[in-house]
């Protein structure tokens, strides 16, 4: 059997029908659009379900994006780039370089050869009896560190010298005269008379890092190409606290090592941190053999502690002062060992004190066996050579001692030396 529908119902529900329908093609948009705004509008924007009325707009939406892009990367500089390359380095650079000084030294040079001779007495003396004597000229480098115009450099720098100007990266051009010098150390400071000279800013070469940002900055080409401009280096800290055997009388001890590049001229100029603090003073390099005379990430710089306090003595006193303990210590062999007592041989004996020294002052006596001064153990003699590099007049140096199989605690207070 089949039900019918009766045909006022079938006319209502299609009434029905149409309205809804109606309804739902005029607000059904807004009301999808106020429940789920980001779903309908990722769905408008795909090509398959734009409306014609609304292509123009769309259209324009998505021109929007690519136009500003173009604009930011053709017109306007990208502000994380800007700021990723003005970095530490550059800050401290600028800070430093207006203080970077070229030194140019005229010296008086022996010159000594067995292949000719060319004056009279050389048939009858030889030309070894007649030494020559020319002058040549060299450069280096420095910085201000005082706005009287005291100049801090290296020794080796100034060494010899019978005339020296000093260069300025703004075109200034001083004669210099040679304050004081202490070869020990390979310190020099020079004298200037300006106005206006910038200064640098010390740091604390006690507190360095192995690894931190080391920055080289120097003057290699003031006579090659005229220009009194600093050259910048940059590496890190390789190592602290390295030593060498003396050289011609200059003790480098204690020395900072960097692989920021020092080359031929940068020598007495500033090793610098991050914060454009200096922090040493480039000094010597290490080349891997006598044909390179150029940087193989291998240099050392005197620490700035050390030279700090070296050229306050310079400027005080036109020297360094020389301390003096008093005393004279002799290498422990087993004999000398058992003789007083201890079964090692590590560290050295006291053999003799002089008569109102700072070593009778502090105690010592003969036979005394010292094995550690400041921070420094002492197994032999050299481990003294160039440990007073750090110390000066007045300062006191803490010793361990041991007398008698008994370990004890000795202060000396070092004085300056005399001729007595």
Not at 200 to 222: C, H, Q, S, T, V
């Amino acid at each position: 059997m089949m039900l019918r529908c009766p045909a006022g119902k079938a006319a209502l529900y299609i009434l029905f029908l149409i309205a809804g329908m109606a309804a739902g093609f005029l607000f059904g948009e807004r009301v999808v659009k106020r429940v789920f705004p980001e779903s309908l509008k990722s769905i408008l924007l795909q090509p398959s379900n734009r409306r014609e009325g609304d292509s123009v707009i769309i259209v324009k939406e998505q021109r929007k994006e690519p136009e500003a892009s173009a604009v930011s990367s053709a017109g306007q500089p990208d502000e994380d780039l800007t700021t990723a390359r003005n970095n530490a380095i550059v800050a401290a650079t600028r800070k430093v370089a207006p203080c970077v000084v070229g030194i140019v030294v005229t010296q008086i040079q022996m010159v000594r050869s067995s292949y000719y001779m060319n004056d009279f007495f050389d048939w009858f003396l030889g030309p070894d009896f007649q030494p020559r004597y020319r002058q040549i000229e060299s450069i280096g480098s420095g910085f201000v560190i005082r706005e009287d115009g005291m100049v801090l450099t290296n020794y080796h720098v100034v060494q010899n010298a019978v005339q020296l100007y000093v260069n300025f990266s703004d075109g200034r051009r001083f004669e210099g005269r040679v304050v004081g010098v202490d070869e020990r150390s390979d310190l020099a400071v020079v004298s200037v008379k300006g106005e206006k000279l910038p200064t640098i800013k010390f740091g604390d070469a006690e507190r360095l890092m192995i690894g931190e940002w080391a920055i080289a900055i120097g003057n290699p080409f003031l006579n090659f190409i005229n220009d009194a401009h600093p050259t910048v280096t940059v590496g890190v800290v390789s190592a602290l606290n390295r030593n060498f055997a003396p050289t011609e009388g200059v003790y480098y001890q204690g020395m900072i090592q960097t692989d920021a590049a020092i080359n031929p001229g940068n020598s007495g100029d500033r090793l610098v941190n991050a914060l454009g603090e200096v922090i040493g003073i480039n000094t010597f390099i290490f080349t891997g053999s006598n044909n390179n005379r150029g940087s193989i990430g291998i240099g050392f710089a005197i620490p700035i502690n050390r030279a700090r306090r070296v050229a306050e003595e310079i400027i005080t006193y036109g020297k360094r002062r020389q301390v003096w303990t008093g005393i004279s210590v002799q290498d422990l062999n087993r004999a000398i060992a058992l003789a007083l007592g201890y079964d090692g041989i590590d560290g050295v004996a006291v053999v003799s004190i002089h008569p109102g020294s700072p070593g009778e002052r502090a105690g010592l006596k003969i036979g005394d066996i010292i094995q550690q001064m400041g921070n420094r153990t002492i197994v032999t003699h050299h481990d003294i050579d160039g440990f007073f590099l750090d110390y000066f007049v007045g300062d006191t140096v803490r010793m361990k001692v041991l007398r008698r199989g008994k370990k004890i605690d000795i202060s000396l207070t070092l004085a300056e030396y005399r001729e007595r």
